[in-house]
């Protein structure tokens, strides 16, 4: 319904196709890993939790039960990274890691997952959800140094997908659904207030939110129609959200960055073949495609100015940068990466 059918713009989509193909190459340098920025990912390799530190990896899952890792932060040189294990009973966890030691948020009794965190001051703060004992729905929240504060109750299912603080303000972003809807909406929470960002006329995808200054930015992404094709928006202070159009049908937006009042969106859209979703980021709503693979930039940051990507290309954990691609150390079998920060070595 947002495709654009100008001849001349489908004539540039296939010009930038075949200028990506002929300029996109694996970056085999190892010179990286020695004297450039250091890479550190988040994700997985098969069912468990991985950390990589350039091309050395890390186990985070210890346990038989698969794994994963879904963020990360930094606070000087600690590394504290979240997200589940599943534990003898069947149970998801929701755990975070500190400098690869496991912290337990959940008992093991319900399902729970950890999906993002943050750090203010001396405060660690961790957005997840929670299933209702004895229920099948999940309650959103967020803990606070281990603490938890419920943001839903059993009424209805919701997640809690990435959270930011701002001052005394604390900010979470995720979705709903009450039982009797087909379709879950975005929605954030202001210290625990509720504002809807979407309607039951699409079904929310994903969601992000981040803060520079006294700013605050979002970005969800919704299914909305019956093909399963995707819209993306993105918002300065909850302000009318501007959707992403760049003349394809599906636009997948996973992760957000902003400078300089620049918008960065990383995610994935319709390959130049039109048969597979590809990872590109956005720019103030600007594609920069980056495959032509099955491939998904799930992660987004800056680094001098200059765009990292991170995801998965081929079920291979792969990060791009500068029109180069890097897969990561996964062994054997599929991997991807989930959460991407890059510091000057």
């Known amino acids: 319904m947002h495709m654009k059918t100008l001849p001349f713009t489908f004539t540039l989509m296939i010009l930038t196709a075949l200028l990506f193909l002929s300029c996109s190459k694996r970056d085999d340098d190892d010179s990286l890993s020695k004297s450039g920025p250091i890479i550190h990912a988040v994700g997985k390799i098969n069912d468990k939790a991985i950390y990589w530190k350039n091309s050395s990896v890390t186990v985070l899952g210890k346990g038989p039960g698969a794994s994963e890792a879904v963020g990360m932060t930094m606070n000087g040189a600690d590394i504290y990274v979240v997200g589940y294990e599943i534990n003898a009973n069947g149970k998801y966890v929701a755990r975070y890691w500190k400098n690869g030691s496991a912290v337990d948020l959940t008992d093991g009794s319900n399902d729970a997952r950890a999906n993002s965190i943050v750090i203010a001051g001396t405060d660690v703060y961790i957005a997840g959800q929670e299933m209702v004992s004895g229920g099948t729905t999940y309650i959103a929240k967020y803990w606070k140094n281990g603490v938890s504060v419920s943001l839903t109750d059993a009424g209805e299912n919701a997640i809690s997908s990435d959270i930011a603080v701002l001052g005394n303000d604390i900010y979470v972003i995720g979705e709903r659904r009450q039982l009797n809807w087909l379709n879950p909406v975005t929605c954030y929470w202001k210290n625990g207030q509720r504002t809807d960002l979407s309607d039951q006329n699409s079904a929310a995808d994903n969601q992000a939110i981040y803060i520079i200054g006294n700013d605050v930015y979002t970005m969800w992404s919704t299914i909305y129609n019956k093909q399963g094709q995707i819209q993306t928006r993105y918002s300065k202070n909850f302000s009318q959200p501007t959707l992403i159009q760049d003349g394809t049908s599906s636009s997948r937006g996973t992760s957000l960055i902003v400078k300089n009042n620049d918008v960065y969106i990383g995610g994935s859209g319709v390959s130049a073949t039109g048969n597979t979703m590809s990872a590109k980021y956005w720019k103030n709503g600007t594609p920069v495609t980056l495959s032509s ?27 791009w940068h500068k029109g180069n691609y890097k897969t990561l150390p996964s062994s054997s079998g599929s991997s991807l990466i989930r959460k991407i920060i890059v510091k000057d070595n």
Not at 296 to 318: F, R
């Open 293 to 319: 693979d099955d491939s998904q930039a799930l992660s987004i940051v800056l680094l001098n100015n200059e765009v990292y990507t991170a995801g998965y290309q081929n079920s291979t954990a792969t990060y």
